[in-house]
């Protein structure tokens, strides 16, 4: 009888706190995969990094033995003064690229990877006001195309996403749940081979020095606006029509992160991924002061409103891809 009473007193607990039981092991499970990537990381990178170190060391004993009349202290300023030059994207090498990193094109380029917070890191500004004149920029310019990139996107996911979804759910009669999958997984099959398949082979092509895994492995870098840096396109001794390279990259990656916001839209509009976020919500309740201020008339009237809105929004889960429009302008979009 007790251990009846304590295991459903321990169902009930669980049940009222459940999206904190949720959340907590929502952040548990970032936490533990943050452990994973470091781990393995550590154990595949840290072999290579050894190797590294000992081949610079080796090289740099080498050339202090045949270059006598040169101190290890001289050798070390000047390598820490080619470097500091390198991390500005200045490089004293002979066969290193001709071209300005300042020129029109690279800072259009450059100005493109802030606004997308990309930031390769391959090119910084050099000067105090240019530093300055990055902080004013980016404060303005990352909230500006935050929102030039939401206004695109809700644009963009009427007519390729929800209105192909209605059409079939409406014209030949399939489960809308069943349509928006199938409709999620092809859109995802497409922007992966239009983004990243096609470009990786055209970049292995163009850039002399890439395979195809490390031009993908650009695209993904880019598109992600992760920016690690290590791979920047169009840096390459003499390149061809450097601008319009340029230019066309810049296109590339905001056309990218663009299909790639419409892609992460779509999925995020699956019921069941809808359901999925929802475990992890706060509830919202209602405010005690508010309930003691109605009166039992208006508390009665609100209770219907309620219950009408539930019904809505139960309606809206079941069919996450109608809009709110009359019935008159669906049959004529149907009928366009």
Known sequence: MLQSLAGSSCVRLVEQHRSAWCFALLVLGYLLYLVFGAVV????????EDLLRQELGKLKQRFLEEHACLSEQQLEQFLLRVLEASNYGVSVLSNASGNWNW????SLFFA??????TGYGHTVPLSDGGKAFCIIYSVIGIPFTLLFLTAV???IIVYVTRRPVLYFHIRWGFSKQIVAIIHAIVLGFITVSCFFLIPAAIFSVLEDDWNFLESFYFCFISLSTIGLGD???GEGYNQKFREL???GITCYLLLGLIAMLVVLETFCELHELKKFRKLFYVKKDKEEDQVNIIEHDQLSFSSISDQAASMKDDQKAN???VTSQSPTSNDSSLNN
Not at 41 to 48: D, T
Not at 103 to 106: H, L, N
Not at 112 to 117: E, W
């Open 245 to 247: 390279y340029k230019i």
């Open 319 to 321: 069919e996450p891809f």
């Open 153 to 155: 996107v809700q644009r």
């Open 231 to 233: 791979y920047v396109p």
């Open 41 to 48: 990381f550590s154990s595949v990178e840290l072999p290579y």
């Open 103 to 106: 020129d029109f094109t690279s």
């Open 112 to 117: 493109s990877t802030v606004l997308s917070t």
